[in-house]
């Protein structure tokens, strides 16, 4: 049993609290899943400012300011960094491709989490509310947001093997729920090169939806297609740098309630989730149906 919160923003003048209702929606799924917990943030000016990219860091044995002074000397161009323990965001104005090689290369022993122009994630061990205060989620800003309580079953207690996962260039995946084919998919994907961080049959699902988009399919085609080959029981909640997805299984067994308005779209594993947030009242509110893809694009 894991929770899932989500937060699409339509509405400008609610993208300074971006941080602030996520981490209320995420403080009510801490029961869900109390292990350990991930999160991530599209467009926070301090994590993801405009024109770097972003870089998300787990467990470097490197100091944060230290990592970022090798880095800059890597790839020649002024890289800062945050020490949000035991994840360092990173970011520069470069693109994504040499700073996530010179990451790996500087630290080879560290995870590379998540990475985009505006995709900030963060992850840990411990109860979610405090990680998330920790972060200094509460004071993000953004137009997305998507969290994840979890509470193990596929693999170990580890900051690495918490949700997001984030396997392409804005890309986050958060599920909750087990994938009973996952062994045999990890191997047909290895068998075409993919690589894979963990055991986490999450990581599998994520990796596959990555490989769809970078083959040229949309979001969309992309989760029908993960229908159509995954088995088990799944709520899934995916975000892009300019969509935000919802899909369940045929038997739909896991929760997952949506809520939209005019000023956003939200999700979560439960109602109470959603309870606080401004205008709610109000929300066209529904449960997705199954293997139906709810799709949501950011505006122009």
Avoid at 136 to 163: C, K, N
Avoid at 238 to 256: L, Q
């Amino acid at each position: 049993m894991c929770g899932i919160v989500g937060l699409h923003l339509r509405d400008a003048t609610l993208c300074p609290r971006l941080g602030e209702l996520l981490t209320g929606m995420l403080d009510q799924m801490c029961d869900r899943g109390p292990d350990s917990a991930g999160m991530a943030v599209y467009g926070d000016p301090v994590w993801s400012p405009p024109g770097h990219t972003t870089v998300s860091v787990l467990d470097s044995p490197l100091p944060a300011a230290e990592l970022a002074a090798s880095l800059s000397a890597a790839t020649g161009a002024p890289i800062e960094a945050h020490d949000l323990d035991p994840t360092v965001v990173l970011h520069g104005p470069v693109a994504h491709e040499p700073l996530v090689a010179a990451v790996r290369a500087a630290v080879p022993a560290a995870r590379v989490i998540g990475f985009g122009s505006e995709l900030t994630v963060l992850k840990g061990v411990g109860n979610p509310t405090e990680l998330a205060h920790r972060f200094g989620l509460p004071a993000a800003q953004g137009w997305q947001g998507v969290a994840h309580t979890r509470m193990a079953t596929e693999s170990a207690v580890t900051a690495e093997g918490s949700h997001p996962f984030s396997v392409g260039p804005g890309q986050c995946l958060v599920h909750n729920g087990s994938f009973s084919n996952h062994m045999s998919i990890r191997h047909e994907l290895r068998r075409a090169g993919v690589e894979f961080d963990s055991e986490n049959d999450t990581e599998v699902g994520a990796r596959f939806v990555a490989q769809q988009l970078a083959a040229g399919a949309d979001l969309e085609k992309a989760l029908l297609l993960l229908n159509e080959v995954f088995d088990g029981f799944y709520t899934l909640l995916v975000s892009t740098a300019d969509s935000f997805a919802v899909v369940r299984d045929a038997i739909s067994c896991k929760p997952a309630i949506v809520a939209e308005t005019d000023r956003w779209v939200a999700m979560a594993s439960e109602y109470r989730a959603l309870a606080e947030l401004p205008g709610v009242a109000d929300a066209r509110i529904f449960e997705p149906e199954p293997e139906e893809v709810y799709l949501w694009r950011r505006p122009q």
